[in-house]
């Protein structure tokens, strides 16, 4: 019975390059979040996907940044021409459905991305 | 807006010892949901407990306790004897009904517990 799955773990980039991170929800969850945190910092909320659908993507920039689950696969989060400041620990939360205003999220062990 | 509040960026307790961890929060949201999680030096997120605005009673899930004073707009987290397990981050998120699907975290309180 696995959890929420993320891969990879940690991922190094150099300036100007493209970070794909990918997400597997719990079995049975089709609501899938992604969290970013920044050092000595809590999470902050990116984007809210269903299926093929983009529910909240409030927390997301503007640019370079996108988030896509598709009808079958991971969930993906990429971001382009990677700068320093993308440096965080990426999480992956889902919840199954009717849970969203009560429910826990459950988390991924998270995405560790480094930009040199 | 909301906000999550967590003043104390560190707690040291004693194994065995209970410890309550601060949070407040602001909202305009009539309904809302509060949250703590705790994430271990390993960086996953592990939900401990859950409280909603209109439940009557404090939430309890084991050794975790949720102290809810909704007029002071507090959501304390209370750890009753403290393992050394125990020692880790700890945040607390809400999510307001019409603020969207969003959990909004406070920075966090690192614990540690020492034997």
């Known amino acids: 019975n696995a959890g929420v799955m993320q891969n990879p773990r940690h991922l190094v980039r150099r300036r100007g390059q493209e970070a794909r991170l990918r997400c597997s929800p719990m079995?049975?969850?089709?609501?899938v979040y992604w969290y970013r945190q920044l050092p000595e910092e809590g999470l902050k909320f990116m984007v809210y996907?269903?299926?093929?659908?983009?529910?909240?993507e409030s927390g997301m920039p503007k640019e370079r940044f996108s988030a896509e689950f598709p009808k079958e696969g991971p969930s993906i989060l990429r971001i382009q021409q990677v700068v320093r400041g993308d440096s965080a620990a990426y999480f992956c939360a889902s919840s199954p459905p009717g849970a969203v205003n009560t429910g826990e999220l459950f988390f991924g062990e998270g995405s560790r991305l480094t930009v040199l | 807006a909301q906000k999550i509040t967590q003043t104390q960026p560190g707690m040291f307790v004693q194994e065995k010892e209970a410890v309550t961890l601060d949070c407040t929060y602001d909202?305009?949201?009539?309904?809302?949901?509060l949250f703590w999680y705790k994430q271990p030096s390993s960086g996953e997120m592990i939900f401990l407990i859950y409280q909603g605005s209109y439940d009557q009673q404090n939430a309890t899930e084991g050794r975790y306790s949720l102290n809810f004073q909704k007029a002071r707009k507090s959501a304390n987290l209370v750890i009753s004897a403290s393992q050394l397990g125990d020692s880790a981050m700890y945040f607390c998120?809400?999510?307001?009904?019409?603020?969207?699907?969003?959990?909004?975290f406070g920075k966090g309180t690192s614990l540690l517990v020492t034997p």
């Open positions: 079995k049975g969850h089709s609501h």
């Open positions: 996907l269903q299926k093929e659908n983009i529910i909240d």
């Open positions: 998120a809400m999510r307001g009904d019409r603020a969207g699907y969003a959990l909004n």
């Open positions: 909202t305009s949201d009539p309904s809302y949901g």
